[in-house]
C-alpha cells in the first residue's frame, strides 16, 4: 500500500514516525510520501515533501500573517497527492491545515483516515459535521472524545494515547548529565518554552528570569529540533542556562520541576511524573478571540482529562514573574502539594489506559484499506 501522511508540527512528527514503523511491519509492501519533521524523515530515510519547520503557526493573527505561505503549501500538497496518488492520507492533527487536505482528498477519491482529532470539543463544535462528510475514519487519543462524537452521530475508534508508545520505547541515557556536562549536585527545573518561535519568544524571558531566584536549582531548557540555538538564546541571554536539544524524556527524566507551555508537553510531563506549572501566552488579539470562542475550562491537557484543576495554569496577564515564582516555589518545597500531583498523575494514567496507540491504529488503518 502507498501511504500518504501529514503532520505540521514536533509533536504529530514523533506520533507520524511511530505510526510509520508499526505500518512497516504489517505492510512488508508499504511505501510512504509525507509531510512532516526530523522523526518522520528518519523513519522513512527520505525528505520530506513540506517539513514542519515550514509548518507551523499559532494564534489567530499568527496565521493571518503567514496566510500566503499557508496557501502556498496547501497548493503544494494538493499537487502532490494528484501526481503521487496513494492509498489512503493519514493525517495527523493540525487540523487548519489537514481539514482542508481531507476535503480535497474527499473529491479525489482518496480514502482519509484521521489520527489525533482535532480539538472540535473545544471551539465550533459544528466542525464535526464537515468531519462527518470528509474523513472516513477517526482514530481518538482522548478517552473523552468517544462519548463528544457519539453525541453528533459519529463513530470513532479510541486508540489509546501515543504518547504512552514513545515514553515505553524510551531508554534514558546514563550519561545525559556528564555528556551535557550539568551540574549533579543541583536539582534540576526543566523550562520547556514550546516548539513555536511564537511560544518561545513570549515565554522564555519569564521562565529563565527564574533562574537567578533559586540559585540551589539549575534551569535547563528543552530545545525543539526545528530550531537553532541562537534563536533560544536571544531571549535567555547571558544567563547560564544550557539548551538542549533532542534529549526531552532524559531532561524529564530527572527534572524535580518543569515549566510547561500548554500543548502536548503538560501530557508528557505528567507521564514522567514531573510537578508542573502550565503556562501560555501570546498575540493579545489571538487571545481575545479564542475566549470568545472557546468552550472548555483549562488548556493544559491534563486538567482537561481529569476534569480537575490538578496543575496550575498561568495565563497571558496571569503569566508574570512573580505568580510564576511564587509557583515553582511550591512545586519544589511544599512536600504535600508535590504528593497530591502525584496521586493525580496516577489517576490519569489509570484513565488513558496502555501504551499500544500506534499498533492499533497502524492495523486498523490496514484492515480498513483491506474491507
Not at 514536533?10 to 522523526?39: C, E, M, P, Y
Not at 502556498?72 to 493540525?94: G, Q, S, W, Y
Not at 463528544?148 to 494515547?161: A, I, Q
Request: charged share 25%; aromatic share 12%; glycine share 4%.
Amino acid at each position: 500500500m502507498k501511504y500518504y501522511l501529514i503532520a505540521g508540527e514536533t509533536s504529530g512528527d514523533l506520533h507520524g514516525a511511530n505510526l510509520i514503523h508499526t505500518l512497516k511491519k504489517i505492510d512488508h509492501q508499504a511505501k510512504f510520501r509525507f509531510v512532516g519533521g526530523d522523526a518522520m524523515q528518519n523513519e522513512c530515510s527520505t525528505e520530506a515533501v513540506l517539513h514542519t519547520s515550514a509548518m507551523s503557526f499559532m494564534g489567530f493573527v499568527e496565521v493571518f500573517i503567514n496566510l500566503f505561505t499557508i496557501l502556498k503549501n496547501l497548493k503544494t500538497v494538493k499537487k502532490d497527492l494528484i501526481t503521487n496518488r496513494p492509498d489512503c492520507v493519514v493525517l495527523i492533527d493540525f487540523p487548519g491545515f489537514n481539514l482542508k487536505i481531507a476535503a480535497f482528498a474527499k473529491k479525489n477519491d482518496i480514502p482519509v483516515y484521521y489520527y489525533i482529532s482535532p480539538k472540535v470539543w473545544a471551539w465550533n463544535q459544528k466542525r464535526v459535521l464537515k468531519i462527518k462528510r470528509v474523513v472516513d475514519r477517526m482514530f481518538c487519543i482522548l478517552p473523552f472524545e468517544v462519548a463528544f462524537y457519539k453525541d453528533w452521530g459519529m463513530e470513532v475508534d479510541y486508540v489509546g494515547n501515543p504518547l504512552l508508545d514513545a515514553i515505553a520505547k524510551f531508554q534514558p541515557d546514563p550519561n545525559f548529565r556528564y555528556k551535557n556536562h550539568i551540574d549533579h549536585k543541583r536539582p534540576i527545573v526543566a523550562l520547556l518554552p514550546g516548539s513555536r518561535k511564537m511560544e518561545i519568544k513570549k515565554l522564555l524571558p519569564t521562565m529563565s528570569a527564574l533562574a537567578s531566584k533559586f540559585p540551589t536549582h539549575q534551569f535547563i531548557v528543552a530545545g525543539a529540533p526545528n530550531l537553532a540555538e541562537d534563536y533560544y538564546q536571544q531571549f535567555i541571554g547571558n544567563k547560564e542556562i544550557p539548551i538542549i536539544f533532542n534529549a526531552t524524556y532524559d531532561l524529564l527524566k530527572h527534572a524535580e520541576a518543569a515549566i510547561v507551555a500548554s500543548g502536548t508537553a503538560t501530557l508528557e510531563t505528567a507521564l514522567f511524573r514531573v510537578p508542573q506549572v502550565v503556562v501560555y501566552k501570546a498575540n493579545a488579539l489571538s487571545v481575545w478571540i479564542a475566549r470568545q470562542l472557546v468552550k472548555i475550562k483549562f488548556i493544559s491537557l491534563v486538567n482537561l482529562i481529569l476534569d480537575v484543576p490538578v496543575v496550575r495554569e498561568l495565563i497571558q496577564d496571569d503569566f508574570n514573574e512573580q505568580a510564576l515564582s511564587n509557583e515553582l516555589d511550591r512545586l519544589l518545597n511544599d512536600e504535600d502539594y508535590r504528593q497530591n500531583m502525584f496521586q493525580n498523575y496516577d489517576g490519569l494514567l489509570n484513565i488513558i489506559g496502555k501504551p499500544g496507540a500506534s499498533e492499533r491504529t497502524a492495523e486498523l488503518i490496514y484492515a480498513y484499506l483491506k474491507e
